[in-house]
Structure formats: C-alpha cells, structure tokens
C-alpha cells in the first residue's frame, strides 16, 4: 500500500490551469501537515504550498495568488489548485505528510511522500 499516490499532471499551456490530487491511506491523514513540493530539472525542490491540520497555508512567493491548496480529510485527500500558469511552473510536483508534534508514531510515520506527478507549461 503506497501511502500518498498523486494524479492530475500534465501538459498545459501558459494561462492554463490544472489540479493536482494526494489520496494518503495508512495512517492518520487529519493530523498531519500536508504540503506540495516541486523540482524542476537541475534545480533543488522547493516547497509550492502547505497546510497544518488547523487549515493554516504557507505559499511560496512565486505561487501566490496563483495556487491553491486545500485539504478534505473525509477523503484524506490534499489538492493544489494551479491557475494562470507559468513555463517555470514546469517541474515533478511532489505531495508530503509530515507528522506534527506532539503526536507519535501510533498516528504513522513522521514524513510520507508521493511518487511525484509531472507538470508541463508548454505552448
């Protein structure tokens, strides 16, 4: 059982919008942080969006205003909503789960992540 499987990359032109989905089984999805990190060919990865369990957001500049994220914990699923989009938005799109004090590990590991999802911004 893989814990977060991602969906929704793909190509997409600039001005172009796509959604992005992170479905985690096997552990306690509504406590953890979950967040969308991005790496684009010969560059590090980089943080895109976040949300705490208490719906608290964290974008990087370069997204603001531009990106989504949002959680549904019924459905233990993460979305990233990415609208007017850019070429540099190019990258492998990466979902994470990090485990937040206080909790231990009955509730799962303390760090998951996705297999990553390409995203292209080509005309």
């Known amino acids: 059982q893989v814990p977060l499987v991602e969906s929704g990359g793909g190509l997409v032109q600039p001005g172009g919008s796509l959604r992005l989905s992170c479905t985690a089984s096997?552990?306690?999805?509504?406590?953890?942080?979950v967040g969308w990190y991005r790496q684009a060919p010969g560059k590090q990865r980089e943080l895109v969006a976040s949300?705490?369990?208490?719906?608290?957001?964290r974008y990087a500049e370069s997204v603001k205003g531009r990106f989504t994220i949002s959680r549904d914990n019924a459905e233990n699923t993460v979305y990233l909503d990415m609208n007017n989009m850019k070429p540099e938005d190019t990258a492998v799109y990466y979902c994470?789960?990090?485990?937040?004090?206080?909790?231990?590990?009955?509730?799962?590991?303390?760090?998951?992540w996705g297999q990553g999802t390409q995203v292209t911004v080509s005309s």
């Open positions: 949300m705490t369990a208490d719906v608290n957001t």
């Open positions: 994470n789960a990090e485990r937040p004090q206080p909790y231990n590990d009955y509730f799962g590991q303390r760090n998951y």
């Open positions: 096997g552990f306690i999805f509504k406590i953890y942080t």
